[in-house]
């Protein structure tokens, strides 16, 4: 038993950070779940769709970012 919460992050980025184009775009989401480590009796998950984007210079492919989680960090 556990809680969920549903939440969606994303924003704009016109940029490539790899080759420096202005050539990217919107290439779907992908869901991390992410446990909430906190004091409470239910533990919480959170299913994040991160924005994904792809750039159509270098085919590279970035992911939406956050401080609050860590990179590669999913359950």
């Known amino acids: 038993e556990y809680h969920v919460i549903d939440a969606e ?3 704009r980025l016109t940029r490539c ?3 420096g184009f202005e050539a990217l775009h919107p290439n779907g989401f992908y869901t991390a779940h992410v446990r909430v480590l ?3 009796e ?3 998950v959170i299913d994040l769709h991160k924005q994904r984007w792809r750039c159509h210079n270098c085919y590279h492919t970035v992911s939406a970012k956050t401080p609050l989680v860590q990179p590669n960090h999913t359950i």
């Open 38 to 40: 906190n004091g409470v």
């Open 9 to 11: 992050l994303t924003y």
């Open 42 to 44: 239910m533990p919480t």
């Open 17 to 19: 950070p790899l080759c």
